[in-house]
């Protein structure tokens, strides 16, 4: 299990890090394979596959394996419908013959667009009628987990380490230099070797005008690594990305960019 799901939560907390993986005595099928990265939103795919055995319209169980093509929303748009850490949005269309329903938690949403078929996320749970047509379901975003889940597929025994999550990357213009905070928590982080990276781009092309690295060992759970930069750069707007990877385990977390006017 993540170490950071909670049995016993309420709310929105009862959804939240609800993934897990399963180790199997011999192979299963065919693999698929995990996505490329923590992708940005803009390079989501837009549709994906998703498959189960769940309860059908009839309120019977099907004796094959039912599959069908959903809408994807971003993480960034999934947050404005469901309060939930790590999960992306699957709606079928109106005139969909198929939705996600009781008996599907756990299956796969799968990438076909490229030659690779890749899982994106895991069925989880959705909204009140998300059993029928048209209903929005949330995903468990693989690409969030995805070097926790490979961490754990190495066998390196560590099943109580979490991802070193960036919880808020802030960014102020000082008038002569630029100060970033990039703050993360991490379970089982005390004494390990952790790196922080803070990269400054343009907002119009994305290209990088600075990279900076913070490197030490964790001295608590939840921690703060702070970067300045000289403000030797055209005025305008820039984007700020913070990026904490755990040097022992390789397991990393990209926050989202956050917009910085220099002036």
């Given at each position: ?27 299963a ?5 995990l ?5 940005p ?8 596959r ?8 009839t309120d ?6 039912k ?5 994807v ?9 469901f309060n ?13 013959e ?10 796969p ?32 975003d ?8 490979a ?16 919880s808020?990357?802030?960014?102020r213009?000082?008038g ?6 990039v ?16 990269f400054l ?20 759970r939840?921690m ?15 984007l ?10 390789g ?9 910085l006017?220099?002036?």
């Open positions: 299990m993540y170490p950071r799901w909670r049995p016993n939560a309420t709310g929105d907390r009862a959804f939240a890090y609800d993934l897990a993986v399963l180790h199997l005595v011999r192979p099928g065919t693999p698929v394979a996505p490329l990265a923590q992708l939103d803009a390079y989501r795919p837009s549709e994906a998703v498959a189960g055995w769940g309860r059908e319209a019977t169980y099907p004796s094959q394996l599959t069908a093509r959903i809408s929303s971003t993480p960034t748009t999934c947050r404005g419908v939930v850490h790590g999960v992306i949005c699957g709606t079928l269309p109106a005139s969909g198929a939705s996600t329903c009781d008996g599907d938690s756990g299956g949403l799968v990438d076909t667009s490229e030659d690779v078929p890749r899982l994106i996320g895991v069925v989880n749970f959705g909204l009140d009628g998300v059993c029928e047509r048209g209903a929005t379901g949330a995903f468990a693989v690409g969030t987990f995805r070097t926790w889940v961490y754990i597929t190495r066998a390196q025994g560590r099943t109580d380490l979490s991802l070193p999550e960036v808020s990357v802030r960014a213009d000082l002569s230099r630029i100060r970033v905070l703050t993360w928590c991490q379970d089982g982080a005390r004494g390990r070797p952790m790196r922080a990276d803070m781009a343009r907002a119009g092309d994305g290209t990088i005008v600075r990279r900076q690295t913070v490197r030490g060992a964790a001295t608590d939840c703060t690594a702070t970067f300045f930069a000289d403000d030797t750069f055209p005025n305008g707007p820039y700020v990305v913070g990026k904490v990877i755990d040097v022992r385990s397991m990393s977390f990209r926050a989202p960019a956050v917009r006017r220099i002036r």
